[in-house]
């Protein structure tokens, strides 16, 4: 039988800029074992069944498949979260949004908390997680996302996370939030990453928002003093280039303590801003 080590070094994952990570991660998956086992234990035989689904994870991800989806599943904060193709693969650049969001409400109050286009839910339960205190619902147009959200919430043990299918606020009439947050789409549609990568397999209708990415967050920042309370904050993740535009539209909108946080990387990625 083959071995871990022997698995490992056969693996051809050519085109993947992660190769050793996604073989790892994928056979580890197979074995029900961390990498961190892989490691430790090379030597170890591999049983011919798991080797074929090795295998088979393998090719698909040489065709290109996200390791996420092969795996059904993608780490966000401190939770593991259930992802499908119907949803956009939650990414470690979203947590500054995350870390955003809890420095603008007290942390020991209770708030109601609105997640816009949630997808997963990856946001809303993180937020949920970290302030059990916090009413938080998420919305999302896709029935199925709203599903996998909520199935994500029960087997989270999250109740004081909630989802509902609305695109963006049109099933919220009459309610008010003191936050509000959204990973909306940003990427332009004629952005040539669009066609590359990981995101080919992605939903578009999660990626891409009109001719300079900014068609859906102009939308949020119109309707959001709509539903947010007084002094309310509204918080967004956008492109890396896109911080003085989304600046400009948070003040135009009436919004005041307008300002822009920055990746690990440097890069403005939040903006937010408050009601008066």
């Known amino acids: 039988m083959a071995t871990i080590d022997s698995l490992l070094r056969a693996a051809q994952l050519p085109d993947s800029p992660s190769a050793k990570l996604d073989a790892e991660w994928l056979l580890a998956a197979v074995l029900g074992k961390s990498p961190s086992y892989l490691r430790t234990w090379p030597e170890r035989e591999v049983l011919p069944e798991d080797e074929t689904r090795f295998v088979a994870h393998l090719e698909r991800r040489r065709l290109g498949e996200p390791v996420a989806y092969i795996l059904g599943r993608q780490g966000f904060w401190s939770l593991?979260?259930?992802?499908?193709?119907?949803?956009?693969?939650?990414?470690?650049?979203?947590?500054?949004?995350?870390?955003?969001?809890m420095k603008v409400l007290p942390a020991g109050g209770a708030a109601s908390v609105l997640d816009l286009g949630t997808g997963t839910g990856a946001i809303a339960l993180a937020l949920a997680s970290e302030r059990p205190a916090w009413q938080v619902s998420g919305v999302d147009r896709v029935t199925e996302a709203v599903a996998l959200a909520a199935r994500n919430a029960q087997r989270l043990g999250l109740g004081n996370a909630a989802f509902l299918e609305s695109h963006w606020f049109s099933s919220l009439r009459g309610q008010r939030f003191e936050l509000i947050v959204s990973n909306p789409p940003y990427i332009p549609a004629s952005d040539p990453h669009l066609s590359q990568g990981d995101v080919r397999f992605e939903p578009s209708s999660a990626l891409v928002s009109g001719v300079d990415g900014l068609d859906d967050i102009r939308l949020i920042i119109a309707q959001a003093p709509d539903y947010l309370s007084s002094s309310g904050w509204l918080v967004l993740e956008h492109g890396y280039d896109q911080a003085s535009a989304v600046r400009s539209l948070l003040s135009a909108g009436g919004f005041v303590d307008v300002a822009s946080c920055r990746d690990f990387g440097g890069h403005e990625r939040v903006s937010l801003g408050r009601l008066p």
Do not use: G, N, S
């Not at 593991?80 to 969001?101: F, K, M, N």
């Open 80 to 101: 593991e979260l259930e992802v499908a193709p119907h949803t956009l693969i939650p990414r470690p650049d979203t947590e500054l949004l995350v870390e955003t969001a």
